[in-house]
């Protein structure tokens, strides 16, 4: 592999420097480095980030390949400046074995745009009544050390109990969705004075809150550490505020669409807005930022889930809950967060690369950007702004929220070990 | 107006006004032995039925018909939410075949509104129901009905609702009469309050444009006019309500109940009725419920909306012998 020489980038958003590339590591980081035997990539000033971890992806493969794929997934993570994603295990069939936790991580690593790190499920076919072999799906190859039925909660509190007991053994974490299911029967929109007006079912905030705050409760029980998907309510910030002042071992997600969008959207009916957990008020949205500001939430997960087009060109009861999130993450993140002054860029690669890589111990990511380190590498050009165009995606699915939005940022190179998988926002 | 009738929150307080005056004409129509206009002669509305409601199909039926359009009846049982054919491939089917409106009843709320808003038809759409959100059409026959019996029907013409009380009794949480009503009410200048047990009233409600009270009888002697919700019996077994009796008990009219409004107070019910539970035969039967009235109401109205969506510039009853030319 040859020599990549990095030029005037700010690294993390701090002063211009020079970030040389030497096979799969970082050689030298400073000013004036020389260039000679390298390819040269003029940054312009654009900002280095360590390459960015999903902890939250769905690939679909194997079994819905009609709205996403290993391959298409990863490329549409590279696009969107990640250098690792880990899959969450609701394919058909659902990733509770070691046979299938196997095949998904084996396609990412032929495929190359990006590690991909299988999520295990929890319980077999996410019922919530038995445990998953999780030793077997920890030990295969695959190594997975993250459990989690999302999609549905691990409602039956003796089961989490036990499933967070279990994983202690080899380290792993149980990521829940929590949803208690008899609150959100039927639900379809969060609960209060939008889907009072129209009419359609509610998911009311405490149906999340109710399951962090027992689980939060058990992990501390148990003595074990436990994530939190896709934290979406202001309530359920106080709960994790709360467990983490006492020393409970917790670590929480939000993800971009819950840092920008509200309910209000749903007043067009249109389904691009209808997701799980839904979105919420203004006032969830704005405790989310200061949380995620604060460190009250560990990291951004984008929870990316796509869905054909005919699951969303339909009335609202009928469509299919998701919205496609990896090229858009950065983007709505520098919105949300960094142009409001809230969290400044080592910060954003604090909650999108180094935190997640703590979280999912995906090891060689999340690291600091300097000599002797992988080269898992993402640029951005901070000072772009331009309307989300969908057709342009990587992704086999268009399910986005953004679309005809305009956002700031725009991902341009990011390198896995030292390989460019993005160059000028193309991928290679 | 706007060309769609999606909601009763849509219509402004003139647009209100003109439909009740309209509908007041198509009424005279009734009264005639041949009850036939002209007016749609030509266009094509079809009844778009995904949930089974005999009675506001069959009402939309007359109107149409009365109003001389082609009219093709669909309906799907079981709807695009089981899947199956999906509701924009249905919807363009149909209008592939020449309609000029779609009047829709859909189990799944906001399905008219994707309907008139996704760019997949031109046809005017107007909601005969949807889910738990809107039936504009019934809160527009309620509005007929009180005009016509607390004011009057020629002395109705060209007013509004202002200052009468209404006050709405029962599932408030799954009715869409309820939505339309409180939002037509509001517009036409009513005082509405709603009656229900804490359970039956959606998290939200606080922003509605009228009062809410888990107390009927203090309710009843403020009131012009009463309108029973039915409410299903199933409702019990999710703990909606401990049994069917104390509902009927705590929420039902009956005649005891119903002496306790002003004497010129009329009651209503959108049907069909639950008798035993939310009303009593007695009540259901006396003079003051207007329940046959409001199904009488409905056809008039219906004529109403369907002549301003579709009518164009045509005067709608000013010139009836020319039909029979």
């Known amino acids: ?428 | 107006m706007q060309r769609h009738l999606i909601s009763a929150a849509d219509l402004t307080r003139d647009d209100a006004v003109l439909i009740l005056d309209t509908a007041e004409e198509m009424a005279r129509v009734a009264d005639r032995p041949i009850k036939k206009l002209p007016t749609l002669r030509g266009r094509t509305i079809v009844n778009l039925f995904f949930e089974d409601s005999t009675r506001t199909r069959i009402s939309f039926e007359a109107a149409e018909k009365r109003l001389s359009a082609d009219v093709i009846n669909f309906t799907a049982k079981g709807s695009s939410v089981s899947k199956g054919e999906s509701l924009k491939d249905t919807a363009q089917t149909l209008e592939a075949m020449g309609v000029d409106a779609v009047v829709i009843r859909h189990g799944a709320s906001g399905a008219p509104y994707r309907l008139a808003n996704s760019g997949w038809i031109d046809a005017v759409v107007v909601n005969a129901g949807d889910g738990t959100h809107q039936h504009p059409t019934q809160a527009l026959l309620d509005a007929f009905t009180m005009r016509r019996r607390l004011i009057g029907p020629d002395a109705g013409l060209g007013r509004d609702l202002e200052g009468k009380r209404i006050t709405l009794v029962g599932d408030v949480l799954h009715s869409r009469v309820a939505r339309s009503n409180v939002d037509l009410l509001h517009t036409l200048g009513a005082e509405v309050t709603l009656v229900a047990p804490p359970t039956l009233l959606p998290v939200g409600i606080e922003t509605w444009p009228c009062e809410v009270s888990y107390d009927l009888d203090s309710t009843l002697p403020k009131s012009d006019a009463v309108m029973m919700l039915r409410v299903q019996r199933e409702r019990m077994n999710a703990a909606f309500f401990p049994t069917e009796r104390e509902y009927s008990r705590r929420y039902g009219l009956d005649g005891d109940r119903m002496a306790r409004m002003p004497e010129h107070a009329i009651v209503m019910h959108p049907g069909p009725m639950v008798r035993g539970m939310e009303i009593t035969a007695e009540v259901a039967d006396s003079d003051r419920c207007t329940v046959v009235e409001q199904v009488a109401n409905g056809v008039s109205i219906r004529m109403a909306v369907l002549y301003l969506l579709l009518g164009g510039n045509e005067p709608a009853v000013t010139h009836p012998r020319t039909e029979e030319k």
């Open chain 1, 1 to 428: 592999m040859s020599k990549i020489l990095i030029r005037g980038a700010k690294v993390l958003g701090g002063e211009l420097q020079d970030v040389l590339i030497d096979g799969g590591t970082i050689a030298e980081v400073g000013n004036g480095l020389s260039a000679e035997g390298a390819e040269v990539v003029e940054a312009d000033g654009k900002v280095l980030l360590p390459g960015l971890v999903d902890l939250h992806t769905h690939l679909r493969e194997p079994g819905r390949e009609d709205s996403e794929t290993v391959l298409t997934g990863t490329r549409a993570a590279a696009s969107g400046g990640f250098t690792t994603v880990f899959a969450m295990a609701n394919t058909f069939p659902v990733a509770d074995t070691a046979g299938v936790v196997e095949q998904v991580w084996r396609l990412g690593k032929e495929h190359g745009y990006c590690d991909v790190q299988p999520i295990g499920a929890v319980t077999v076919g996410l019922e919530g009544r038995k445990l998953a072999e999780l030793g077997a799906m920890h030990e295969s190859a695959a190594g997975v050390t993250v459990f989690s039925d999302d999609g549905k909660c691990v409602h039956d509190a003796v089961i989490m109990r036990r499933a967070l007991e279990y994983v202690k053994a080899f380290g792993g974490v149980v990521a829940q969705h929590a949803q208690e299911p008899r609150l959100t029967e039927g639900a379809e929109m969060n609960e209060g004075v939008v889907s009072a007006e129209l009419g359609l079912g509610g998911w009311p905030a405490v149906a999340e809150e109710s399951i962090i705050a027992r689980d939060v409760l058990l992990a501390d029980h148990v003595g074990s550490r436990v994530h939190i998907c896709h934290l979406s309510t202001a309530g359920s910030v106080e709960i994790v505020r709360w467990a983490k002042s006492r020393g409970i071992a917790v670590t929480a997600e939000v993800t971009p669409h819950h840092l920008l969008l509200t309910d209000e959207l749903v007043r067009t009916y249109n389904p691009v807005y209808k997701v799980n957990p839904p979105l919420r008020t203004e006032r969830d949205v704005m405790a989310l930022r200061e949380a995620l500001a604060d460190g009250t939430i560990d990291i951004v997960a984008t929870d990316h889930a796509p869905h054909p087009h005919e699951d969303k060109d339909c009335e609202w009861a009928a469509a299919a809950m998701g919205m496609v999130g990896l090229e858009t993450a950065l983007s709505v993140v520098q919105e949300t967060m960094v142009d409001t002054g809230l969290l400044d860029w080592a910060g954003v690669a604090d909650r999108m690369s180094v935190k997640p890589a703590q979280i999912g111990q995906a090891t060689g990511h999340g690291r600091p950007v300097s000599a002797g380190e992988p080269a898992n590498l993402t640029l951005v050009d901070t000072a772009y702004r331009g309307l989300v165009e969908p057709a342009g995606f990587a992704s086999r699915s268009r399910n986005t929220p953004y679309e005809g939005r305009e956002l700031p940022g725009r991902v341009t190179h990011t390198w896995l070990r030292g390989k460019a998988t993005l160059v000028d926002g193309k991928l290679t």
